[in-house]
């Protein structure tokens, strides 16, 4: 019998996947069962399960690929010294992630989004996930903490803020985009690029006094 190649065994593996998250994107994990992945993906229960034990396990490599993909991105971008402006650096990290999921959509647009959104709620009733989600978290905040002394170095942002207060609100915004599309429909990147470019360009206006009021 002729010997299965890795490349055709790691194809077969990563058309399981690409089907599985376009139905988790669509329809979530619970209301998925693993005949409907069957059927999505056209193959026969001996073949599918071969690669993975269950659901769960199929789960969970899409939860670590998503957030490792995240991860990756994030790392790759902000090796330069200095990073590129938060539009520019949050650009290239949103849109290969978007880039790379964006096949599995027979519309043209990405399953990513709601595929985190789907991810996030996992990560609360499944305390492994829970762990890789943490471990994702603290490294990108380390990483845009790292980005943002950078800035501060080069003059580019106030040196008087805390860098991680600035890397949780770059993460929160990001964050907030994603769940954006996620429920109201895709937009252009741009949007989020203009939008950052506007609010890390406007000069510091804090109150003369403790109790000043606007207006």
Known sequence: MARVSQEHLDARRRQILDGAARLFARNGFHATSMQDVLKEVDLSAGAVYRYFSGKDELIAAIVKEVLGEIRASFEDAARQSPPPPPDLLVGAVLGRTLRVYSALDDDGGSVFPPLVIQVWAETVRNKELASVLEDVYTTL?????????AYQDAGMMPADIPADHVAR????????FIAQQALFGPAPLEVLQDGLR???????????TEGSQLG
């Open 198 to 208: 506007a609010l890390t360009s406007m000069p510091s206006a804090r109150p003369a």
């Open 169 to 176: 609100t770059m993460i929160a915004t990001v964050q907030g």
């Open 141 to 149: 905040r380390e990483s845009w903490v790292r980005a943002v002394e």
